[in-house]
């Protein structure tokens, strides 16, 4: 068991809207005050907060497809404040919580890598 975070429903949120794209997923460009995503899975939102709190971010809401959202920083916030900030501003503008546990996860451990000489 290692300590994560579960992406959980807190309330309904007007935020989350189900994408007419059920087959792929793209980000929007960024601005520094927006991060849109389009057709993205509430698992393949975990990665993406995953990646700024440093912590597994396990889906947990029970929402099924692929959602168009955008989160938004009322201010451009370097990363570290955003990432302090993050957990706020997924609440807030889209319904959803991250709940402190403990999860058991699969991990890839890598126990040596050897680098083996190629002809030119």
């Known amino acids: ?64 497809g692929r959602f168009d959202f955008t989160v938004k920083q009322y201010e451009e916030l370097g990363r570290e404040a955003y990432t302090a900030a993050l957990p706020g501003l997924v609440k807030s503008q889209l319904g959803l919580e991250l709940k402190r546990q403990r999860e058991q996860l699969e991990f890839l451990v890598i126990d040596s890598l050897e680098k083996k000489p190629t002809g030119n």
Not at 6 to 24: C, H, M, N, P, Y
Not at 28 to 37: D, R, V
């Open 1 to 64: 068991m290692v300590p994560a975070l579960a992406l959980t429903v807190a309330r309904s949120s007007d935020g989350l809207k189900l994408s007419e794209d059920q087959s792929s997923r793209h980000l929007g460009w960024s601005t520094p005050t927006e991060m849109p995503f389009r057709g993205a899975t509430m698992a393949e939102f975990g990665e993406y907060l995953a990646g700024f709190l440093g912590v597994p971010v396990v889906d947990r809401t029970g929402l099924n």
